[in-house]
């Protein structure tokens, strides 16, 4: 089993930045793709950015050039920095694994936190 636990959101103005951060926890051996999807009010839920083990990273073109998606192995954490922003930004934004290894040697895809909300005020 693995746990996600998002954290970092909150309300901020237009133009500024916030820097979130989700933990994976459990019996991890190894996280394949870390990413963030975000799902606003009435809409889908959509890819924002995800990061590969060894570091290549895939964004969403919403957001290239304004967010910066990271992750430390060691802690199984990964980050999303998110400068520039603007009101349509706002959304519930959830941390996703894929390819978790346990140390049973199980792989588990498609693991959810429960989400951070980020408000960005015109």
């Known amino acids: 089993q693995v746990q996600l636990v998002e954290s970092g959101g909150g309300l901020v103005q237009a133009g500024g930045s916030l820097r979130l951060s989700c933990v994976a926890s459990?019996?991890?051996?190894?996280?394949?793709?870390m990413g963030w999807y975000r799902q606003a009010p009435g809409k889908q839920r959509e890819l924002v950015a995800t990061i590969a083990r060894r570091g290549s990273t895939n964004y969403a073109d919403s957001v290239k050039g304004r967010f910066t998606i990271s992750r430390d192995n060691a802690n199984n954490t990964v980050y999303l920095q998110m400068n520039s922003l603007k009101p349509d930004d706002t959304a519930v934004y959830y941390c996703?694994?894929?390819?978790?290894?346990?140390?049973?040697?199980?792989?588990?895809?498609?693991?959810w936190g429960q989400g951070t909300q980020v408000t960005v005020s015109s």
């Open positions: 459990g019996s991890i051996f190894s996280i394949n793709v």
């Open positions: 996703n694994t894929n390819g978790v290894v346990t140390v049973s040697r199980f792989v588990l895809d498609d693991c």
